[in-house]
């Protein structure tokens, strides 16, 4: 910096001013350290910052997966927002493994990151409030925090569940299955929640054999879709969980007795299937968004009780959802 104030002709506190974005010099004289900066190569150094000012201007985002489109376009709205507030962002993938989440959380505030938003895999985040209490603030995303009381962002899943299922039960249907993720996964849980709540409304019982929950991989939606669908006993509508279960269930749907299908999360090309298919969709950007600014109120002084903020979904029909029961 010493070097730039000579080559520009300016005071050392100028050149701070500029390189810090900060007011009080003139449009000429910016012009002329900058030109020097260019000239001499010159770069800020992080981690005098650091030690200067406490912050590293970077947070990091814990996602389950980050080549799933979903977390993608989470990542993406943290991302936006955590440019505009002059962040950077770091990622990681838990892989849904809650070692795995730990270790990552735990290594990107070793880095002295200044906030954190986490996508939980684990049901037990008591291994944060050290991180919290000595001022690192936690964001939950998509699913709550366990034990511990900090903010979270979410999705109105069984809502949406329920208004998927109700939409199916209005075009008459009334064996309706359900093919869902893991039990023990709070998003999973609850859009269970809000399938039984449709049927409970509309009077309907739930016939236990029409529920599958379990790992969102092929060959276990596969041999649900086939269980639930032939024989004499037959659903006649479909409602899957989140987009991986729908993705596998419409390779393995039957060509000859197709049920309707609703699914939770939209996908990509949705609309260009035959018929087209009815979702209940999230809306990823605005959940990341509003984690991220929930973060940066935090890291600005914002010391109100954590909350539990819930964005509501939409139920887009498309032609899947909207097919009656088939006759035999």
Same mark, same amino acid.
């Given at each position: ?15 701070? %001013? ?18 020097? #900066? ?9 981690? =005098? ?5 406490? %912050? ?28 505009? $507030? ?8 838990? =892989?849904?493994?809650?070692?795995? $989440? ?29 991180? #919290? ?9 998509? /699913? ?29 249907? /009334?064996? #309706? ?30 016939? $236990? /054999? ?15 879709? /086939? ?6 006993? =037959? ?11 729908? &993705?596998?269930?419409?390779?393995? &749907? ?52 954590? =909350? ?13 959802? $909207? ?6």
């Amino acid at each position: 910096m010493k070097d730039v104030a000579a080559a520009a002709g300016v005071g050392l506190k100028t050149v701070s %001013r500029v390189v810090n974005g900060e007011s009080g010099v003139t449009p000429e004289m910016a012009a002329r350290v900058q030109a020097a #900066i260019e000239a001499l190569g010159f770069r800020r150094n992080d981690s =005098a910052r650091l030690l200067r000012t406490g %912050r590293t201007a970077s947070v990091a985002l814990l996602l389950e997966d980050i080549s799933d489109p979903f977390s993608s376009a989470l990542s993406r709205a943290v991302e936006q927002v955590a440019a505009a $507030e002059g962040c950077l962002l770091f990622t990681g993938s838990s =892989a849904e493994v809650p070692s795995r $989440e730990r270790e990552l959380a735990l290594a990107f505030c070793a880095r002295r990151v200044d906030g954190l938003i986490v996508v939980p895999a684990g049901d037990d985040h008591r291994y944060l409030l050290p991180e #919290i209490e000595s001022g690192t603030p936690v964001v939950f995303l998509d /699913r709550p925090g366990s034990g511990i009381d900090a903010d979270a962002v979410l999705s109105d899943n069984a809502g949406g569940a329920q208004a998927g299922t109700a939409h199916l039960i209005a075009h008459g249907h /009334r064996r #309706i299955g359900f093919i869902g993720d893991l039990p023990s996964i709070h998003t999973a849980a609850e859009r269970a929640r809000g399938y039984r709540a449709a049927m409970a409304a509309a009077g309907l019982p739930v016939d $236990e /054999r029409w529920v599958d929950c379990g790992p969102t991989d092929r060959t276990r939606v596969a041999a649900a879709v /086939r269980r639930l669908t032939t024989g004499p006993d =037959a659903v006649t509508a479909l409602f899957t969980a989140n987009n991986r279960v729908t &993705l596998a269930a419409l390779h393995h &749907l039957p060509a000859d007795r197709r049920p309707a299908l609703v699914g939770f999360d939209d996908l990509e090309l949705a609309d260009l299937l035959t018929p087209g298919l009815t979702v209940v969709a999230q809306d990823p950007a605005a959940l990341g968004a509003l984690a991220a600014r929930r973060l940066f109120d935090r890291l600005t002084g914002d010391t109100t009780p954590p =909350a539990r903020l819930e964005l509501p979904t939409l139920l887009i029909p498309r032609g899947s959802g $909207e097919t009656p029961p088939l006759t035999a």
